[in-house]
């Protein structure tokens, strides 16, 4: 007997794609809430065309930024609080609590697609999601009031004991960057080579966008646009990286025939910045994780770029890498709590602790306290964060200083950020930029 002819599986239909995408973004909530996952690994976007890869970005983004809020809306609207193990249930939710309170998704298709994302195996709660999303439709006004009134932490959806932070560091500021870190990020670009004509470049493809002015170098969309189709990407001539990230290179002043050390490279974007505007020099390029290398090779690649040398060690114990000849510039681009990239990586929100702070500061000493050493006397030290938390900037600076009397604070331009100890704080959505602080020191001595 012949076999059946194969006959082609039948395309989804709009309401099943649009169940998808509610299930894929439940998925990645509940890694993020429940699992502890980076919202970038729990994301799957197999098989999903690009519009619904961009909505499935947003639902699973937009519900992790406001979870914190959420959640109690969730409970109040919840009759009984739902089994501890349905974390399934409750992420789908959430997603669909976020889809009504926060975007200009008709409630008909929200209600119906989030009720569409459960599986098989959860068919009885259908019932529940739905007349909890409509009972939140018919009484959104109120019921968001309510949670609101429970305080800044709750109505900005951040952990409390940040916001407390942030009060305290920044008494007249930290309103301000509650509602720019849920902001959406802008994309910007550092472009290699003429600005003006790459600009002129965009608007003929139809794509908005304006000069930074406190960044020479970088340009900023107007609108989102999938970042391999922009013009001279693929060909290197531009790069993805904010406008505070791109103030670091040009901060430590690399100069041909120096020996510079980028202490902690990966993902490589301040490294391939160092190369072009010092291609002469000898950049060093150090990343404590080895598996994080093959990320630096493939930025510089890109771009046609080759470090003098790409290695594997722990900047904080130089006796396992060093060489002992010394360097001209050293940049830390130190790990820290990235409170200053909220708008970008919401989840820090959920994966951040207040006792990480102790175990970062402790890793910030010790990566400055190790490679101090390694500078030459009249070299320059350029110490980096992604974080507006004093204690991991303007503090440990001050702590190296004081256990180093040589080290002498420079300047830094004025354009950009605020003094904040002996460096310069920049708060989230400042110029448009993410919140970053930079403090550069100079080894005196002869």
Not at 213 to 219: K, T
Not at 268 to 282: F, Q, S, V
Request: hydrophobic fraction near 40%.
């Amino acid at each position: 007997m012949s076999a059946p002819p194969n006959r082609a599986a039948r395309a989804p239909s709009g309401s099943e794609r649009g169940a998808l995408v509610r299930a894929r973004a439940a998925e990645a909530v509940q890694g993020v809430l429940s699992n502890g996952r980076r919202l970038e690994e729990a994301l799957s976007y197999e098989g999903l065309e690009r519009s619904n890869r961009a909505l499935l970005r947003d639902l699973a983004t937009g519900t992790v930024r406001w979870g914190l809020r959420l959640e109690p809306l969730l409970d109040d609207l919840l009759d009984r609080p739902l089994p501890r193990r349905e974390v399934q249930v409750r992420s789908v939710l959430l997603v669909g609590l976020y889809q009504l309170a926060n975007t200009g998704i008709p409630q008909y298709a929200a209600v119906s697609a989030t009720v569409g994302a459960l599986p098989g195996n959860k068919r009885w709660a259908r019932r529940l999601v739905n007349g909890v999303l409509r009972r939140f439709a018919r009484e959104s006004a109120d019921r968001l009031a309510k949670v609101d009134r429970r305080g800044p932490a709750t109505r900005t959806s951040h952990p409390q004991w940040l916001v407390a932070r942030f009060q305290k560091a920044y008494p007249k500021h930290w309103e301000r960057v509650l509602t720019a870190n849920n902001g959406p990020p802008p994309l910007t670009l550092r472009v290699r080579g003429d600005l003006p004509a790459y600009v002129q470049e965009l608007a003929e493809a139809g794509i908005e966008a304006d000069c930074v002015p406190e960044v020479p170098s970088a340009v900023r969309l107007a609108q989102f646009r999938p970042v391999p189709s922009l013009p001279g990407f693929a060909q290197g001539r531009v790069t993805v990286q904010d406008g505070a990230a791109q103030l670091a290179a040009p901060l430590l002043s690399p100069r041909a025939g120096e020996r510079i050390l980028d202490a902690c490279s990966a993902p490589g974007g301040k490294l391939a910045h160092l190369l072009d505007l010092a291609p002469e020099a000898e950049i060093v390029a150090l990343e404590q994780d080895p598996q994080r290398l093959d990320r630096i090779r493939e930025t510089l690649n890109r771009q046609g770029l080759e470090p003098a040398r790409v290695m594997a060690g722990d900047a904080s114990r130089p006796v396992e890498w060093w060489d002992g000849q010394p360097f001209d510039r050293i940049l830390v681009d130190a790990p820290c709590s990235g409170t200053g990239v909220i708008r970008r990586h919401p989840d820090i929100k959920y994966l951040r602790r207040e006792g990480d702070l102790a175990t970062m500061t402790r890793r910030q000493d010790a990566l400055l306290e190790g490679l101090w050493p390694l500078l030459r006397k009249g070299g320059r030290l350029l110490y980096v964060t992604c974080s507006i938390l004093p204690e991991e900037n303007a503090e440990r600076v001050s702590a190296l200083q004081d256990r180093h009397p040589e080290a002498a604070g420079e300047a830094l331009p004025e354009k950009w950020g605020f003094p904040y100890g002996p460096g310069r704080q920049i708060l989230p959505g400042e110029h448009g930029m993410d919140g970053f602080f930079f403090a550069r020191l100079l080894k005196e001595g002869s």
